[in-house]
């Protein structure tokens, strides 16, 4: 087993640096990148911040700070959370070098190789790469557009011989489906991991991006539930909002867990930049968050809808998709006698690039999907981008039907 975890391991370790080297590419028009866009990040606002520091401030900023997070930060992420209806209560905040750590860290705490670990299918590959690397055995659930498939679920937790140490679910603005769980879905997952002991980890990057105010609701996290029999971990990042570059994220977890927690990420990095944080909790003590996030929303949404107008005008009738509420992706389902990769491997010639379906597959085969990053793509260039990818596929699916005649 861990022979074939060290497999996909590298397969996963190499889907990252195509993602990451098609998402720069300087001569393509990439719906690859998974970030935000450049030109909408708060360089002014961050600017006004630093400058408006006390000079004390400022040099705590090049210092090191506790590994727990900066204390301003952490009380503002209490505030921050409990906005947004999570109740922190008896639970502990760690501050944390982006999401992902927070991730690691979790992993670490709880996983010894040949451990298992629940995931989606399709599953954000940057936690695929986390969970091979520690060895992790990885079964995977199918999503619909609702949501995790409960009897599938429940299925695999029954057929296994040893308990799963968590299942990990993107449920708000899913990457790479696009998906938002319907709240029926959210409370049909915690009656399903009630009692069985297994932990759930809850990583909700994207829940402020919503393009539509009557829809707020539906990011409700399943940490605010109010469930007293599921050990629920909530993770959430600045990654997506502020920017990558802060490197800033964290974790809501019980004591016990984030004690642990705390000692792991003391021997990973001491402590997230105090430059970093310091910046990031003036921005949230200065109620600069909340306009950002209004013009990002409107931002991000006009390119939804400008992505939605031309796959609905170019894209052969064989392709499928559902249109995301938020977030940054669209999820493009093939028909059965193409895959994503051969699509991919016309297109990139033509100059357009995308990420595979099979990047997040848990076991690196399934590839009837592709994922379309709008985020970061110039308005200019989506329309342009959408007529040469309906070429590429209108090429695959000629070559297919020949090949089958």
């Not at 998402?23 to 909408?40: D, E, V």
């Not at 449920?171 to 959210?186: D, L, T």
């Not at 977890?253 to 642990?260: L, N």
Request: overall charge negative.
């Amino acid at each position: 087993m861990y022979a074939f975890s060290n497999a996909v391991n590298s397969m996963h370790s190499e889907d990252v640096k195509q993602l990451m080297k098609q998402a720069s590419g300087k001569n393509l028009i990439s719906f690859a990148g998974g970030m935000p866009n450049n030109h909408l990040f708060p360089v002014e606002q961050i600017d006004e911040i630093y400058n408006s520091l006390p000079e004390t401030v400022k040099k705590l900023c090049f210092q090191y700070g506790p590994t727990s997070g900066y204390p301003p930060l952490v009380k503002s992420l209490e505030d921050y959370l409990e906005n947004k209806g999570v109740v922190v209560g008896d639970n502990k905040i760690l501050v944390t070098t982006g999401s992902l750590q927070a991730i690691s860290i979790i992993t670490q705490e709880f996983v010894n190789e040949g451990d298992i670990i629940l995931t989606e299918n399709p599953c954000f590959v940057g936690a695929l790469t986390v969970f091979e690397t520690f060895g992790a055995e990885i079964h995977s659930i199918p999503i619909d557009k609702h949501g995790i498939d409960i009897e599938a679920l429940k299925s695999k937790i029954e057929s296994l011989e040893r308990k799963p140490k968590f299942l990990y679910v993107t449920p708000n603005y899913h990457n790479p489906a696009g998906i938002i769980y319907s709240p029926e879905r959210k409370k049909e997952l915690l009656e399903a991991l009630s009692g069985t002991g297994i932990i759930l980890l809850e990583d909700d990057a994207y829940s402020d991006l919503y393009f539509n105010e009557d829809e707020k609701h539906l990011t409700k996290a399943m940490k605010s539930f109010g469930v007293k029999d599921v050990e629920i971990i909530y993770t959430g990042s600045f990654s997506k909002i502020l920017g990558p570059g802060f490197r800033l994220g964290f974790m809501l977890s019980s004591e016990e867990i984030f004690e642990k927690a705390e000692t792991v990420k003391q021997a990973l990095d001491a402590c997230t930049s105090n430059f970093m944080q310091i910046l990031g909790n003036e921005f949230l003590v200065q109620n600069k968050l909340e306009p950002y996030l209004k013009f990002l929303r409107s931002e991000y949404q006009e390119r939804r809808d400008l992505l939605q107008k031309h796959l609905k005008t170019h894209m052969p009738k064989e392709i499928t998709w559902n249109e995301p509420k938020g977030g940054f992706y669209v999820w493009l389902k093939l028909p059965p006698n193409i895959s994503s990769t051969d699509i991919f491997n016309e297109s990139v010639t033509k100059g357009v690039v995308f990420v595979t379906g099979r990047t997040f597959d848990p076991a690196s085969k399934k590839d009837d999907r592709l994922r379309l990053s709008f985020s970061n793509m110039p308005k200019d260039q989506i329309e342009k981008g959408v007529i040469i990818l309906s070429e590429a596929i209108k090429e695959v699916l000629q070559n297919s039907k020949v090949v089958l005649s």
